[in-house]
């Protein structure tokens, strides 16, 4: 689901699809304060402040966004300097550049993206501990540990 489409060299323009585009800072525009958005933001401009959007923010080539970003889904394909936690997902498309950490269920990063920070995949389940590691484990970290298997010996006659 790509929200932004090539369009020559004027950079990308938006494919909501369906979505309904709520709110613009348009490419000329400078916001600074607290924004609080329902339904979809698209920043083509800059952004400075903390940002909570309850659907989609979709940040163009133009946009800068200096802000944490509290989300359900982000796009980006300009400048973040900030942490995104999108509840569903953030797509960073080809030349993005993210300067923060990302907490979300789905990450897509395109090639050419630039991603500087720490990234927590909430929501996916851990590996199971391994039995070998299983005691060599933190104190701290209580894990079920599976019960041995009996051991039989048969012997092999040729």
Known sequence: MAMF????????????????????VGKD?????????????RVDGVVKGDVT?????AIGPTGTVEANVKTKNAVVS???NG????????ELQAKANIAGDLVTKCLV???GALFHGNCNMKMVPPLPPS?????????GLRLPIPPKAPVEIVERTR
């Open 5 to 24: 489409k090539s369009k020559d060299d004027e950079g990308a323009t938006y494919d909501g699809g369906s979505d309904k585009m709520n709110t613009i």
């Open 29 to 41: 525009t400078v916001f600074s304060g607290n924004l609080d958005v329902t339904g979809t933001l």
């Open 53 to 57: 959007v309850s659907d989609t923010i």
């Open 78 to 80: 300009g400048q973040v």
């Open 83 to 90: 942490n995104i936690h999108a509840t569903e997902r953030i």
């Open 109 to 111: 990063i395109e090639q």
């Open 131 to 139: 039995p070998a590691l299983a005691t060599t484990r933190p104190e």
